[in-house]
C-alpha cells in the first residue's frame, strides 16, 4: 500500500511510532482519516464487515491475561526486530484467540503460539444472532485508558444541572461534523450530558491550531472560536495534543467526532443531541 498520497499523515505517524509494528497498524488506523471526518459510528470505526457491530449482541465474557501467550507474543515480537511492551493477552470466546493489548498500539488478536497479529472483529454466528466476541474487550480497553486521562488535560462542557451522562469526545477543529456536534453543546449540555473534549488533529496542518487551543488561557473560549472556523493560535507550551493522538490511534479511532461513554462504548460520530442522549441512555 502506498501512503504518497498521505505523507503528512504519515509524517505524524512517524513522530508518533518508533518501529515497524507501530507504524504499520497506526497506518491502518489513520490512511481513512484522510478523506475527512466521520458522520457516524461505521464511518469512524470503518466497519464494513458482513455483520455490523451494532447489529450483533455483545459479549460479557472477559478473562484474565495469560502470561504464557504475553510471553511467547513477546519473544516473536522481539524476533523479528520489533520492541513494544505487551500488556495482556485476554482469551476470547473464539477457542485459541486472545485480545492483545500493548503500550501504544491499537488492540489486535493473536493466536495461542503467540505467532500471528490479527486486526479487524471478530463476530460469531450459528448460534441465534450474531455475536461481538471482540466488543467488550473493546470497550474495557477504552474505559481502562480514559480514566486516566487526567481532567485538566480536557476541555470539558460540563452538564446544566444534575450530570446524567459523561462523554468522552475526540475533536478536531477543522472537522465538520465536530462542528456540528459543538453547535449542538448548549442542548447536549441541557440534556445533563457533559461532554470531555480530547484532541484528535487529523491532518499535521491541524495540530498547531489544536495545541494552540489547548495552551490557551481559556481553552473552552479558544475551542469555541475555533469551532466557527476562527484561526486560533497561542503561545508554546506544554500541551497533550500528542499523548491524545496516540490515545486515540491505541483506541482504534479514525475518524472524528469520535465519542466514547464512561463505559468505553464508542457510541458516535456525530449525533444530534437527542440522539446522543438516546445512546447513552437518558430518555
Not at 244 to 255: D, E, F, K, T
Request: aromatic share 6%.
Amino acid at each position: 500500500m502506498s501512503f504518497s498520497p498521505f505523507s503528512k499523515l504519515n509524517l505524524a505517524i512517524t513522530k508518533l511510532s518508533k518501529n515497524k509494528l507501530s507504524h504499520a497498524l497506526l497506518s491502518a488506523s489513520l490512511v481513512i482519516v484522510a478523506v475527512g471526518c466521520s458522520n457516524n459510528a461505521a464511518d469512524a470505526t470503518s466497519s464494513t464487515g458482513i455483520v455490523n457491530s451494532a447489529q450483533a449482541k455483545t459479549t460479557k465474557t472477559v478473562g484474565n491475561s495469560d502470561g504464557a501467550v504475553v510471553k511467547a507474543l513477546q519473544a516473536n515480537l522481539k524476533a523479528s526486530g520489533i520492541e513494544e511492551k505487551i500488556i495482556s493477552a485476554v482469551p476470547t470466546d473464539m477457542s485459541g484467540i486472545y485480545w492483545v493489548t500493548a503500550e501504544g498500539l491499537p488492540a489486535f488478536f493473536t493466536d495461542k503460539s503467540g505467532k500471528h497479529i490479527i486486526q479487524g472483529q471478530i463476530i460469531a454466528v450459528g448460534d441465534g444472532e450474531p455475536v461481538d466476541i471482540s466488543g467488550a474487550l473493546v470497550a474495557k480497553t477504552a474505559q481502562e485508558a480514559l480514566k486516566k486521562v487526567d481532567k485538566k488535560d480536557m476541555i470539558i462542557y460540563p452538564a446544566k444541572g444534575a450530570t446524567k451522562s459523561v462523554v468522552y469526545a475526540f475533536t478536531d477543529a477543522d472537522c465538520g461534523y465536530c462542528r456540528k456536534l459543538h453547535e449542538e453543546m448548549a442542548d447536549i449540555n441541557a440534556r445533563g450530558i457533559e461532554v470531555r473534549y480530547l484532541a484528535w488533529p487529523r491532518s499535521e496542518e491541524s495540530i498547531p491550531k489544536m495545541e494552540g487551543i489547548w495552551c490557551s488561557k481559556d481553552r473552552n473560549a479558544a475551542m469555541n472560536q475555533a469551532k466557527i472556523g476562527a484561526d486560533v493560535t497561542g503561545s508554546s507550551c506544554s500541551n497533550p495534543v500528542q499523548a491524545q493522538m496516540a490515545l486515540g490511534m491505541a483506541l482504534g479511532v479514525r475518524g472524528t467526532p469520535a465519542i466514547f461513554t464512561e463505559s468505553g462504548e464508542q457510541v458516535g460520530g456525530y449525533l444530534p443531541a437527542a440522539q446522543l442522549a438516546q445512546a447513552v441512555g437518558i430518555q
